[in-house]
């Protein structure tokens, strides 16, 4: 069976904490995780946004997976919006999964109704569980 490549969207500076714990899940042989650590330190409508977006869709290209990392201010991100949408449309339409890092946080609007698998929980166990039902969803 192929390796799950998972891109994951997070808020780069409000959710890093949960980005290292992630790399350090990724010693885990069933799933790989692809993390851009740069974040995007530039407006989404800026002329520099093109770099970024160009490198993050290669990214998103070589994944299998998009995890979204549902933070207290995920739903209001104009990037992690962008990285949802991208990842659905065709030419690299990932298999989508989340968790919700607070139950209170916003579940950004891409999310919904596009089949996407939740983990109960930020568990090591319950996001692998997430991303195998993804798997078998699409």
């Given amino acids: 069976m192929a390796k799950t490549k998972v891109f994951v969207s997070y808020d780069h500076s409000e959710d890093a904490l949960y980005k290292r714990l992630l790399q350090a899940w990724d010693a885990n042989s069933d799933f790989e995780f692809e993390l851009d650590s740069r974040g995007p330190n530039v407006a989404i409508d800026s002329s520099d946004a093109v770099v970024v977006k160009a490198a993050l869709t290669k990214l998103m290209k070589s ?53 996407t698998s939740w983990a109960t929980s930020f568990e090591r166990d319950r996001i692998v569980e997430a991303l195998k039902v993804a798997t078998n969803r699409y």
């Fill in 63 to 115: 994944a299998t997976h998009l995890l979204v990392l549902v933070g207290e201010k995920t739903a209001a991100s104009k990037w992690i919006t962008w990285e949802i949408e991208r990842a659905k449309q065709s030419d690299i339409k990932l298999k989508l999964a989340a968790v919700k890092l607070a139950k209170a946080n916003a579940t950004p609007a891409g999310l919904f109704n596009v089949g």
